[in-house]
């Protein structure tokens, strides 16, 4: 079971109708309330601005900022940009009907709204299936150099493990050797 701050909780109950704004910020800790987790730091900031009618509410949240995650190529560990948009409603309904995620239904009693999945969602979507180092602005990938060194070499050594190959046993000779 998830920690629970409080953090992202949302008082419905007396909240007039109409547009309301709201503000979250995430850092590290947030991503330590969850078991899958990616994600090792983070410094993002979320602007809500909510709309309240008699049936629904209308909630969009803006994310934008860093998150700290592992380079697929080099394995390093960067800052990779987050910036997005999502629509989130919420309908009154003492009877849920099971019709995709983007709803979310509350009991007509219910106090408050506790957005802490919905933004950990909201994030985990917004981040690219392959996350690589940025290119530097002269096109130059900023990946760990030695480190993909490494790995290639890793990998070739892999691959040749099952075949003789003279000079990998030379070289293992050699490192022994020494
Ligand atoms: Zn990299």
């Not at 330590?32 to 601005?49: C, G, H, P, V, Y």
């Not at 994030?123 to 392959?130: A, F, G, H, Q, V």
């Not at 150099?145 to 030379?170: A, G």
Request: charged letters at 30%; hydrophobic letters at 35%.
């Amino acid at each position: 079971m998830e920690k629970d701050d409080g953090k992202y909780r949302i008082r419905i109950n007396g909240l007039k109708e109409g547009i309301h704004f709201f503000e979250f910020s995430v850092g590290s800790d947030f991503f330590e309330n969850f078991s899958k987790n990616e994600i090792k730091q983070a410094n993002i900031r979320i602007d809500l601005t909510l709309n309240k009618t008699p049936q629904h509410l209308e909630l969009e949240l803006n994310i934008a900022g860093t998150v700290g995650v592992m380079c697929d190529k080099c394995l390093d560990d960067f800052d990779l940009m987050v910036n997005s948009h999502n629509v989130l409603f919420v309908k009154f309904s003492d009877h849920p009907q099971n019709n995709g995620n983007e709803v979310l239904f509350l009991s007509k009693d219910e106090e408050e709204i506790n957005l802490m999945q919905n933004i950990y969602e909201f994030i985990y979507l917004s981040l690219p299936l392959r996350k690589v180092h940025p290119n530097e602005k002269n096109g130059n990938s900023s990946c760990n150099i030695e480190m993909l060194k490494k790995l290639e070499l890793f990998s070739n050594q892999k691959r040749s493990e099952n075949k003789t190959d003279s000079r990998w046993d030379k070289l293992k000779n050699w490192k022994n050797i020494k």
